[in-house]
């Protein structure tokens, strides 16, 4: 009876006839019934089809779906019905394929690039650059920033070089974090210094240049995107003018000169502001018009060092040129000559700075005696009658014909009249020095001192001292009052107030022990900094940060279990009724087909704990957090050792 052998679809593909070999059907040799010999033919076949019939011609009688792998191009092929196509869409070589097919990919293994083949030409994917040339263009990269943020950049790079980095904002990268070739920031105060990304773009090196005018290069655009143009400035090599005004912002000001010498310069020396003549002995003149002439109001003479006004041969050093007048005050530091024949002061104050005034001096400049002087002194005029405070010889005493009234002043508020440099009398209170009275009697006393101590109201003042001791033979009551006023205390035995207490409670580390495994946000405990945000929860939770002081720390000994591990687990399996395992297994009779019974497990059940060995492999760090604000923020954490 032949072999209807039928193809996976189900059409039948040879009726093969028993006892023969059939070559022609397909590429593998089909064997017909009782065919002696048979073995070699089978293993060829299986030969055949393990290399896929490799060989540099395609099988003669190939199928649909049928695999040849062509030795010549080197490829896996299938056959469609119509011809054999590669298998796999994409080849690797240094030379272009001639035998593509819509939609093959050819990968350039020298030049490092990739091709895709629409059946007309190839199609460059990239990159543009080739191997020789280096990486060359725009790459788009994630980079974490110092707020473990994740910030999306475009980095340049030309011939295998970060030549630049466009960013869209401002930000610091963290050194473990750093970008390879780019520079760091050396203004960061930080150490290790971190790198700084500015909003816009970033060159790696200050020489990188754009060439070319932009649009807005063109003018100068400031801060409200006002756009000024050449005929806006002031050339530097020609005549120039402005209808603004001119500033300049630097302490070297505005230089005069001819060609390259200088002769005078306007220029601020710290805070002072100077018109400063650079040439040696050069004379100096501020000059004025009248009409068509010039005057010089001002004239300096510098190989003399004398300045006249409307005088250009000065003598003096301030030589002026025709009458003076001082609307204000005058200051001679040296002698005041007086050339004239009468010298009037009309001002309604007149201050000599010499502390002695001298009177009754002679003709000589000689003292008299006090026959001389008699009567001399200071004489108020009035229409009223003169006020006289004058010395007479015949009581040896100052004499005035008024009343002294002493007034209080800033510099003297208690005025008082004294005797050999001792006060007797102020406008309250008799000299300490006066021991000999005849008071009678003490009116109320508004204010009491006896000793070191001075009572007045309700307040007990220690004088002199640095304390005031209570020695009582007994209990002191107070009335059941609140004690205020008690200062923070400095040593053991100081009495403290409350507001002392509560702020060293609230002040006090917060100390805690966590475990955290299984613990993950933002991480988990070996990333980065680990699950800081978790932690932060149950810190708030057990202790608020409101209830203390900001400033305060939260030391936390974390621990994680979460790299250990379990080993030695023995799970054996016994069959019901038998319970002894740890898990037990039950079966049921099942109808296979309607022709016999067969067992099924219906149930496994657990009946007994399994053991192993656990290993304990615990992390532990020590996490400190700062109080501010009513809310806990994470600040470092570090490793610990474990011993």
């Not at 030409?121 to 080739?130: K, Q, V």
């Not at 650079?278 to 003479?301: I, K």
């Not at 009037?344 to 201050?351: D, K, Y």
């Not at 492999?617 to 400190?624: A, E, M, S």
């Amino acid at each position: 009876m032949s072999y209807r052998l039928n193809r996976t679809d189900g059409e039948l593909l040879v009726d093969l006839t028993d006892g023969i070999l059939d070559n022609t059907t397909t590429d593998i040799t089909l064997i017909g019934k009782n065919y002696k010999g048979f073995g070699e033919f089978i293993n060829e076949n299986f030969i055949k089809v393990m290399e896929n019939f490799a060989s540099t011609s395609q099988p003669a009688n190939p199928m649909i779906g049928q695999l040849w792998f062509d030795k010549q191009d080197n490829r896996l092929k299938v056959y469609d019905g119509t011809s054999f196509r590669p298998a796999t869409g994409s080849v690797v070589s240094s030379t272009q394929p001639s035998n593509l097919n819509v939609g093959d990919i050819w990968i350039d293994n020298e030049e490092n690039k990739l091709y895709i083949w629409d059946g007309t030409d190839l199609t460059l994917i990239g990159p543009e650059y080739s191997a020789a040339q280096g990486k060359t263009g725009f790459e788009v990269a994630s980079q974490i920033d110092s707020s473990d943020i994740q910030r999306t950049i475009l980095k340049l790079f030309i011939g295998g070089s970060l030549v630049g980095i466009f960013s869209p904002e401002t930000f610091y990268v963290p050194a473990e974090f750093a970008i390879p070739s780019y520079p760091q920031d050396p203004d960061d105060i930080q150490t290790p210094k971190r790198q700084l990304l500015e909003k816009g773009f970033n060159v790696v090196n200050s020489g990188f240049l754009y060439n070319g005018t932009a649009t807005s290069a063109k003018g100068l655009v400031d801060d409200a995107g006002v756009v000024k143009t050449s005929d806006n400035f002031i050339p530097s090599d020609a005549n120039g003018s402005t209808t603004g005004s001119l500033r300049i912002k630097n302490s070297a000001g505005l230089s005069v000169g001819i060609g390259e010498t200088e002769y005078a310069i306007l220029k601020i020396s710290g805070t002072t502001t100077m018109l400063e003549t650079q040439q040696s002995n050069a004379d100096f003149a501020l000059r004025v018009r009248s009409g068509s002439s010039f005057y010089s109001a001002l004239y300096v003479d510098t190989d003399v060092q004398k300045m006249g006004l409307f005088k250009t041969n000065p003598s003096f050093t301030l030589d002026v040129e025709g009458d003076g007048k001082f609307s204000s005050n005058l200051t001679v530091g040296g002698n005041l000559t007086v050339e004239g024949d009468s010298t009037f002061i009309n001002s309604t104050t007149l201050r000599v700075e010499d502390k002695n005034i001298e009177l009754g001096l002679l003709d000589d400049s000689t003292e008299g005696d006090d026959t001389a002087v008699d009567g001399g002194g200071i004489i108020l005029r009035s229409s009223e009658g003169s006020k006289d405070l004058t010395w007479e010889q015949s009581t040896a005493s100052w004499t005035s014909n008024q009343d002294f009234d002493l007034i209080n002043t800033p510099s003297n508020p208690v005025p008082a009249f004294k005797i050999d440099g001792t006060e007797v009398l102020t406008k309250t209170t008799l000299g300490a020095t006066v021991i000999n009275s005849s008071l009678t009697s003490v009116g109320t006393l508004s204010e009491l001192t006896v000793d070191d101590i001075n009572l007045n109201s309700a307040t007990i003042t220690r004088i002199n001292g640095t304390g005031l001791n209570f020695v009582a033979g007994g209990t002191i009551t107070i009335d059941s009052q609140n004690i205020d006023g008690v200062a923070t205390p400095t040593t053991n035995n100081h009495a403290a107030n409350k507001s002392y207490v509560d702020t060293e409670i609230a002040s006090q580390d917060v100390i805690f022990s966590i475990d955290a495994t299984g613990l993950s946000d933002p991480n988990d405990i070996t990333t980065v900094n680990g699950p800081t945000t978790s932690i932060g929860t149950i810190l708030q939770t057990l202790k608020p940060a409101a209830s203390v002081e900001d400033g305060t720390e939260a030391k936390l000994w974390v621990i994680s279990y979460s790299s250990s591990t379990v080993s030695g687990i023995t799970v054996d399996i016994t069959t019901s009724p038998d319970t002894s395992g740890v898990l037990t297994k039950s079966f049921v009779s099942v109808d296979s087909n309607g022709t016999q019974n067969e067992s099924a497990i219906q149930d496994i059940s657990q009946s007994n704990d399994a053991s192993g060995t656990i290993s304990l492999n615990p992390v532990r760090y020590l996490y400190i957090y700062t109080a501010g604000g009513g809310t806990w923020s994470f600040t470092s954490r570090t490793l610990q050792s474990i011993t």
